[in-house]
């Protein structure tokens, strides 16, 4: 059975703090892991991440995957209050053909919640 | 605005009741899904539909019949639930399962509640 696994499951830190957020992946058939983040309402997409090493950037945010160690990070550098959320994890995966039908494998999510 | 447009955003039911949710995508996308947020449980997917065709069935009891008369909508039957079946639950589009770099898009939910 697909497993997706995140830690920690809830983080509190406080304004301009770094944090790291951890993902890691038991699948089959893997074809990329997702990065969402969710505040009380639709999960926002934040990265999609399919080959190991290449980090991905979006202003304050970055990750990065690790496919030997079937896992990635999500960095936050300089938290603002506005950070605070649930930060999903999600794997993708394939038949054993190679065909996807788009089926996300979902981890608990990691609550952060950044304090003034 | 996220471009998947979910209503009701909130409904309370019986469990005798018959009710429907019901998605719209205006993304152009070809494949939408239903899933389901419980409390203190991850994300778990329900039904995908590709190009109108059911694609996935993730062994979801038949309480819950869903609908996809286009690529553009997407509906959630709802029949002699139970208080468990109490969720968020989500509805989300994507461009093609079968493309490299599909990206999946969520609406805002519909809090369901059962009484």
């Known amino acids: 059975e697909d497993k997706v696994v995140q830690s920690p499951l809830s983080l509190v830190v406080h304004e301009g703090d770094t944090v790291t957020l951890n993902c890691s992946y038991e699948?089959?058939?893997?074809?990329?892991l997702l990065w969402y983040k969710q505040e009380k309402k639709a999960p926002t997409f934040l990265f999609m991440l399919t080959s190991s090493g290449i980090e991905k950037k979006s202003g304050r945010l970055s990750s990065i995957l690790d496919k030997k160690e079937l896992s990635s990070i999500l960095n936050i550098t300089a938290t603002q209050t506005g950070d605070s959320a649930i930060y999903l994890c999600?794997?993708?995966?394939?038949?054993?053909?190679?065909?996807?039908?788009?089926?996300?494998?979902f981890g608990q999510g990691t609550i952060l919640t950044v304090h003034p | 605005e996220t471009g998947v447009t979910q209503t009701p955003r909130h409904l309370v039911m019986g469990m005798t009741n018959k009710k429907s949710l019901k998605c719209e995508q205006h993304?152009?996308?070809?494949?939408m899904y239903w899933y389901k947020q419980s409390a203190k449980k991850p994300l778990e997917l329900m039904f995908v539909y590709n190009f109108k065709e059911q694609t996935e069935n993730n062994s979801v009891p038949s309480r819950f019949s869903p609908e996809c008369p286009n690529s553009s909508h997407l509906f959630l039957h709802l029949h002699t639930l139970q208080p468990e079946d109490s969720a968020l639950y989500l509805c989300?589009?994507?461009?093609?399962?079968?493309?490299?770099?599909?990206?999946?898009?969520f609406g805002e939910g519909s809090w369901l509640t059962v009484v």
């Open positions: 993304l152009g996308h070809n494949a």
């Open positions: 999600a794997v993708e995966v394939t038949n054993a053909g190679g065909t996807s039908y788009g089926k996300l494998t």
């Open positions: 699948v089959t058939n893997f074809r990329s």
């Open positions: 989300a589009s994507s461009q093609d399962p079968g493309v490299p770099g599909n990206t999946i898009y």
